[in-house]
C-alpha cells in the first residue's frame, strides 16, 4: 500500500529524554513535512524539507531535530530542550513544493 | 505571515441538513486544500483547490483566488462527517492552516 507511515500511534516519555517520532512514505515524494497539533488548536509547522540531505525550520521548530538522509525517511526528535512537548504529532509528503500534501496518521506524545 | 480564518468556529447540524464553511485569507496564495480531521485524528484529503469548483459526492468546494476565499459545501450531512475541518493554504514554502470548523452532525 502506497501511503506516509507514522510510528509508534502513542508514545510516553520522561522528562529529560530525547525522543525520535519516525516518519516513512512510498509515494516517491520529494517534499516532507512535520507540525504540531494541541487540543483544539490548528497545525503548526516544526520543519520541512524540500528535497534529500536538506530541511529547514518552521515557526516552531526549537527543541526539536530533523534529518533527511533518505527520501522517504524524516525523522523528528524531540530534544528534551523542547519546554512543552505533550501534543498531537503529524508527518506529511508532497511530490514537490506546493503540490497536495497527504499526511500520516500521527503520534501522539506524552511527557509523563 | 499570511493570516488564514475559518468560519463558523463551531456547527451543529441535525442529520440531513445542507452547511456551508468558509475560509478567509490574507494575501494571494499558490494552492489551497481542504482537510476533514476525524475523531482519531487522522487528516483526511478532501479538495485541492487553488481556484474553481469541484465536488466529491455530497461534497464541494470553490475557490476564488482573487477575492482570497474558499467555501466548502456539505449536502445531506451524516453523522459520519462530525469532526474538524480544516483549510490550508500554500505560501512561501509550506502549507499554512486555519483554526478550524468543528462540525457536529446529530442523529
Known amino acids: 500500500d502506497g501511503g506516509i507511515t507514522q510510528s509508534p500511534k502513542y508514545l510516553f516519555r520522561k522528562e529529560g529524554q530525547n525522543v525520535t517520532l519516525s516518519c516513512e512514505q512510498n509515494l516517491n515524494h520529494d517534499a516532507m513535512y512535520w507540525y504540531r497539533q494541541d487540543p483544539g488548536q490548528g497545525l503548526r509547522l516544526i520543519y520541512y524539507?524540500?528535497?534529500?540531505?536538506?530541511?529547514q525550520k518552521g515557526d516552531i521548530a526549537e527543541g526539536y531535530s530533523v534529518s533527511r538522509e533518505k527520501k522517504e525517511s524524516f525523522p523528528l526528535t524531540v530534544t528534551s530542550a523542547q519546554k512543552n512537548p505533550t501534543a498531537f504529532y503529524l508527518c506529511?509528503?508532497?511530490?514537490?513544493?506546493?503540490?497536495?500534501?497527504?499526511f500520516g496518521q500521527g503520534t501522539r506524545l506524552t511527557v509523563v | 505571515g499570511i493570516q488564514v480564518e475559518q468560519s463558523p468556529p463551531d456547527l451543529i447540524l441535525q442529520e440531513g441538513a445542507n452547511s456551508t464553511l468558509r475560509c478567509n485569507f490574507s494575501d494571494s496564495v499558490n494552492n489551497l486544500q481542504w482537510f476533514h480531521q476525524n475523531p482519531w485524528g487522522q487528516l483526511i484529503n478532501l479538495f485541492y483547490i487553488p481556484s474553481g469548483t469541484k465536488q466529491n459526492g455530497r461534497l464541494s468546494a470553490t475557490t476564488v483566488a482573487t477575492e482570497r476565499y474558499s467555501l466548502l459545501y456539505i449536502s445531506s450531512s451524516q453523522t459520519t462527517d462530525s469532526g474538524v475541518y480544516f483549510c490550508?493554504?500554500?505560501?512561501?514554502?509550506?502549507?499554512?492552516f486555519g483554526p478550524g470548523t468543528r462540525l457536529s452532525v446529530l442523529p
Open positions: 506529511a509528503s508532497s511530490i514537490g513544493t506546493g503540490f497536495e500534501a497527504f
Open positions: 490550508a493554504v500554500f505560501y512561501g514554502q509550506n502549507f499554512v
Open positions: 524539507s524540500q528535497i534529500v540531505n536538506d530541511f
